[in-house]
């Protein structure tokens, strides 16, 4: 078999190819990101860079399809966003090689915040209240009659990019005002949520016409940034709600290929809320593979045409860290001015205390990835440890699903 995978720069893309290649597949990866540790892995047989994802998607996706047509692939796997952008020529992939995903409308709009709000609803699933100005201006006034903490995000986002938890009901409107000028959502104003606080519960699941086939369910231990992001420690655990809700939305959606939800358990009442839906793979894909979860695997035989059988129950109390994601959680927290110094020491102890863990990345067997990344840690330190830092890595992860639909309105510059 010979696979082309499109990797951003991430422990998933790596995780990916190195599972294909213990699958017997030949892998060929495609990036936008000349510093992308993921090509020096001994699992790539060969590298393409291509256009950046976020700045020329069409440049990217005519640089995939281009490679395509050159030679003669099994599959072509998407890891991460890009996923969202080669949905949209999905027809012209398949004339080449297998694909699965479901359409770009379909997925677009499953990753939609907003319409997260139809949806859940549709499919008996909890989210907490949520509020959709038309306006900034009726936003501010909304914030103004609030006196709650609230969660402020982008209607399309991933990884926490653009949101931001607000404690404190007085700085709300100033707080709101200055995501909508960074990220220049003044056509789209942000959503105002309830915050729910306790405990973030992530699901990975691998359906095929809308029913469940293997999932893993864990619980976020750390995340960065520290109020809510990506986890850089988690731990699988045994949530039969979430799991509930995942096959409700699944079946809702008639869903088949990856698809990931976080939940945010309420400490007081102990219930879900689904607050995200990313529907593509994601990093507890990792932790899934040493809680005897094998969805690669099982995506593989998927796509060779193979009938899926429900893959076994995940083994609970796994470990799983992402160790220089887990020292930024411990470098943000120790520079953080909210919390006193007995605050701090207490994550410096939590952070050191070492219980039996997997590790996302380090392989004694392929460690090029792992040095390539850390060379690439040290020379952006100064800009890691800002307050911008995690922009730094999320930037040629992401697709601007506004700017792209507006391109390809442009027929002078469709991709072929």
């Not at 529907?279 to 969805?295: K, S």
């Not at 102890?349 to 040095?371: G, N, Q, S, V, Y």
């Not at 730094?392 to 792209?404: N, R």
């Given at each position: ?12 893309s ?6 294909l290649k ?6 060929t990866?495609?990036?936008s ?5 993921v ?6 047989d ?9 700045y020329s998607p069409q ?7 281009d ?5 003669e692939y099994?599959f072509y796997?998407?890891?991460l966003e890009?996923g969202f952008?080669?949905s949209y020529?999905r027809?012209?992939i ?8 479901m359409s770009?409308?379909e997925?677009?709009y ?5 319409a997260?709000r139809e949806?859940?609803?549709?499919a008996?699933?909890?989210?907490p209240?949520?509020e ?7 936003a501010f006034?909304?914030?103004?009659e609030?006196?709650?903490p ?17 404690s404190?009901?007085d ?9 909508v000028?960074?990220?220049?959502l ?14 973030l519960i992530?699901?990975?699941n ?8 293997g999932n893993v369910?864990f619980k976020?231990l750390?995340?960065v ?6 986890s ?8 039969p709600?979430a799991?509930?809700?995942?096959a409700?939305l699944?079946?809702?959606?008639n869903w088949?290929g990856f ?15 689904l607050?995200?839906c990313n529907?593509r ?7 899934g593979?040493?809680a005897g979860?094998?969805?690669?695997g099982?995506?593989?035989d998927l796509i060779?045409?193979?009938e899926l059988?429900r893959?076994?129950?995940q083994?609970?109390?796994?470990r799983?860290?992402?160790q ?5 959680w411990?470098l ?7 919390l ?5 020491w207490a994550?410096?102890?939590t952070?050191a205390k070492?219980e039996p863990?997997?590790?996302d990345?380090?392989?004694i ?8 990344l ?8 100064g800009r ?6 995690g922009e730094?890595?999320l ?5 601007d699903?506004?700017?792209?639909r507006q391109?390809?309105a ?5 991709v072929?």
């Amino acid at each position: 078999m010979k696979a082309l995978v499109t990797t951003p720069a991430s422990p998933t893309s790596l995780f990916v190819v190195r599972r294909l290649k213990e699958l017997g597949c030949k892998v060929t990866v495609v990036d936008s990101h000349s510093r992308s540790f993921v090509s020096y892995s001994n699992a790539v047989d060969k590298r393409i860079v291509a256009p950046s994802l976020l700045y020329s998607p069409q440049g990217f996706a005519q640089a995939v399809i281009d490679e395509l047509k050159r030679e003669e692939y099994s599959f072509y796997f998407p890891v991460l966003e890009c996923g969202f952008l080669m949905s949209y020529y999905r027809d012209i992939i398949q004339q080449y090689t297998k694909m699965i995903s479901m359409s770009f409308e379909e997925i677009t709009y499953a990753h939609n915040k907003n319409a997260m709000r139809e949806y859940a609803q549709a499919a008996g699933v909890r989210i907490p209240r949520t509020e959709a100005p038309d306006s900034v201006e009726s936003a501010f006034r909304l914030l103004k009659e609030l006196n709650s903490p609230v969660v402020i995000k982008p209607r399309v986002a991933c990884n926490a990019h653009g949101q931001k938890i607000v404690s404190d009901p007085d700085r709300a409107i100033w707080e709101y005002g200055q995501i909508v000028k960074k990220y220049q959502l003044e056509q789209q104003p942000p959503l105002i949520q309830q915050y729910i606080k306790g405990s973030l519960i992530c699901t990975v699941n691998l359906a095929v016409n809308g029913e469940v086939k293997g999932n893993v369910v864990f619980k976020a231990l750390r995340t960065v940034p520290t109020s809510g992001g990506t986890s850089s420690y988690r731990i699988t655990v045994d949530e039969p709600e979430a799991e509930l809700f995942d096959a409700r939305l699944i079946k809702h959606f008639n869903w088949t290929g990856f698809i990931s939800f976080d939940y945010m358990r309420d400490d007081t009442t102990g219930q879900l809320y689904l607050i995200d839906c990313n529907p593509r793979i994601a990093p507890g894909v990792i932790l899934g593979h040493f809680a005897g979860v094998d969805l690669m695997g099982a995506f593989v035989d998927l796509i060779n045409g193979k009938e899926l059988e429900r893959l076994p129950k995940q083994k609970n109390g796994v470990r799983c860290k992402l160790q220089f994601l887990d020292l930024g959680w411990l470098l943000y927290s120790l520079t953080d001015n909210t919390l006193s110094a007995k605050e701090k020491w207490a994550r410096l102890r939590t952070w050191a205390k070492r219980e039996p863990t997997f590790l996302d990345m380090e392989d004694i067997r392929d460690m090029k990835p792992w040095f390539a990344l850390w060379a690439f840690l040290l020379r952006n330190l100064g800009r890691l440890l800002s307050p911008e830092g995690g922009e730094l890595f999320l930037e040629h992860f992401l697709f601007d699903e506004e700017k792209f639909r507006q391109e390809v309105a442009q027929p002078q510059v469709a991709v072929r």
